[in-house]
């Protein structure tokens, strides 16, 4: 699969004083900064001014105005005056006003993604160094509150482009609270559950694109990926989404979790395991705030993906149904952090060799939970727990069953490929290694040492 985004990298921590300086792209301009994601690079576009609502301002690159009709122009406006402006900043908190005017800057344009008629494409992005001031360090800053929206293959006329405008907004507001305020950045995981999340509720309705991914992925490769180790995969898009629901759907306020994840001190799994103590109460107010409490929450998860029952936390309670059962194939199985898989069992089971950090359970189609060897239930669950999302592989084992029911690969590439990918984005943070100046140096001088 082609990682459209391989070098970016998410909100670096970062403090700003100063003025803001004089000379970036700016929300009054007619140039802006953008990044052309198949080059690395970045790339002046010429996108005018067309119109203003309450809260946005719309500005359309020249070349693709012939692909937006001014009726478009006016359902955008009208969405995120009335409905995502309210809807996400009620839910998830105030946005940054850098260039002071009280208006986010919705640029529309073609993005270089790489898209040439079929495949994935990125429907949308935001990058932070827009909120920064334009210096020596952040020379490609716009010095302004912007997202960036994608018009070919994206349709604006349609819903799916209005949630991308939820999804990135949610970006911007979460920079603004961690990055700005801050000067830190929640795991890539959060941020994009939380950004699902605001796709949920500026839409409210489910997302079948995500639970068709889900589906598709389980069929085809049931290799235990997920969001915990984001790759900007569609599998990771997907299954954040059903987690970030999950805990929605069983929070004693619904999606008041959301705003309190992100106002969270925390930053990784921990700020999950807080507020999940704290709005599922009905089953987890016992909890410590720890890395065995994000197991077994993630454990149940797995689980409620598994056997989906109406009632309890093994399910979604019947607002998400028809979830593929996952079916791993037998034998060793290479797990990163938090990944797990899932094989259906027909008698006790004592695992092979395993790495450190695997642990076992056996469930039965009820949901009674065996966390004892010799595991017995219809499914084994192998699952990673090593806490670090940047751990390595570790091996796990799952028996051979006689409702063996493994799937061909044919349909891998397929099932990831196709769709589209909203991302968060830092594209020029220094220091990181992952800024476009750096990797075009780390290019040049792999190239002059003849790698």
């Known amino acids: 699969m082609k990682k459209f985004i391989s070098f970016l990298v998410l909100c670096s921590a970062i403090s700003v004083s100063g003025c803001w300086a004089d000379g970036g792209g700016g929300s009054d301009g007619n140039e802006f900064w953008a990044a052309d994601m198949d080059t690395n690079e970045y790339y002046k576009v010429t996108a005018p001014l067309y119109k203003e609502g309450e809260y946005c301002k719309i500005h359309i690159e020249n070349e693709s105005r012939s692909l937006i009709s001014d009726s478009t122009v006016d359902y955008i406006i009208d969405e995120f005056d009335n409905r995502i402006y309210p809807k996400i900043t009620s839910k998830f908190g105030n946005e940054s006003d850098v260039d002071g005017n009280g208006k986010i800057v919705l640029l529309i344009l073609d993005i270089r993604d790489g898209y040439k008629g079929s495949g994935g494409y990125i429907a949308g992005y935001f990058d932070s160094t827009n909120s920064l001031a334009n210096s020596v360090f952040y020379p490609h800053s716009n010095e302004c509150d912007m997202i960036y929206l994608d018009c070919n293959p994206a349709r604006p006329d349609t819903e799916d482009f209005q949630m991308t405008v939820a999804h990135e907004f949610q970006h911007l507001i979460n920079f603004t609270q ?16 939380l950004s699902s999340g605001a796709e949920y509720v500026y839409a409210e309705q489910h997302l079948s694109n995500r639970i068709r991914d889900y589906n598709s992925h389980q069929t085809d490769y049931s290799d235990g990926n997920n969001f915990y180790k984001w790759d900007n995969e569609l599998i990771d898009y997907a299954t954040v989404y059903l987690f970030f629901q999950w805990i929605r759907i069983h929070s004693n306020d619904g999606d008041s979790i959301y705003k309190d994840i992100l106002d969270s001190s925390y930053i990784d799994y921990n700020a999950v395991v807080e507020q999940v103590k704290a709005h599922l109460s009905d089953y987890y107010s016992g909890i410590s705030i720890d890395n065995s409490s994000w197991t077994d929450i993630m454990t149940d998860w797995l689980i409620a993906n598994q056997i989906n029952k109406t009632s309890g936390k093994f399910g979604y309670a019947g607002e998400i149904t028809s979830l593929t059962e996952m079916n791993s194939k037998s ?70 069953s006689v409702k063996d029911q493994d799937k061909p690969l044919s349909n891998i590439l397929f099932s990831q490929k196709q769709g589209s990918y909203r991302i968060d984005a830092v594209i020029g943070a220094p220091g990181s290694g992952n800024s476009l100046e750096e990797l075009k140096a780390k290019k040049k001088a792999k190239k002059n040492s003849g790698e």
Do not use: C, H, M
């Open 178 to 193: 961690k990055g700005l305020s801050d000067g830190i950045s929640q795991a890539t995981w959060i941020n994009e559950g």
């Open 331 to 400: 034998g060793l199985k290479d797990l990163y952090p938090y990944e797990g898989v899932i094989r259906n069992n027909s008698s006790a089971y004592t695992p092979g060799f395993s790495g450190d950090n695997i642990i076992y359970r056996g469930i039965t189609a009820d949901g009674t939970v065996d966390s004892t060897s010799d595991y017995s239930g219809d499914f084994i669950l192998a699952l990673n727990t090593n806490p670090e999302d940047s751990g390595d592989l570790e091996e796990a084992t799952l028996p051979a």
